[in-house]
């Protein structure tokens, strides 16, 4: 199983990027999948996750209303809109996949990506 992350960069505070997760070896809409962010020495946290149809979102607090995941099972792809990013946002930004349903829980993710860095300047 291979999930790669792209779409990273650096943007200027109050600009938008569009990271995207293609995954392979795995029967993708049995997933729930997730996007999750790590700081320098910090564990990974919960950005947001959509269920296997992508019929159910989940966002975290601190990006709620300015992400957006979405998913195309014929492509294998999950992606991650978002927009007015802040400095705060400045991470590795993974995207995960769990086993028949999403959760916000790193833990219960079967597999990872190896991450993509986002750097917004200020």
């Known amino acids: 199983v291979q999930l790669e992350e792209s779409g990273g960069g650096l943007v200027q505070g109050g600009g938008s990027l569009r990271l995207s997760c293609i995954a392979s070896?795995?029967?993708?809409?049995?997933?729930?999948m997730g996007w999750f962010r790590q700081y320098p020495g910090k564990e990974r946290e919960f950005v947001a996750g959509i269920s296997r149809e992508g019929y159910t979102t989940y966002y975290a607090d601190s990006v709620k209303g300015r992400s957006t995941i979405s998913r195309d099972n014929a492509k294998n792809t999950v992606w991650l809109q978002m927009n007015n990013l802040k400095p705060e946002d400045t991470a590795v930004y993974y995207c995960?996949?769990?086993?028949?349903?999403?959760?916000?829980?790193?833990?219960?993710?079967?597999?990872w990506g190896q991450g993509t860095q986002v750097t917004v300047s200020s």
């Open positions: 995960a996949a769990n086993y028949f349903r999403a959760t916000t829980s790193g833990n219960e993710y079967d597999y």
């Open positions: 070896g795995l029967v993708f809409s049995y997933y729930g």
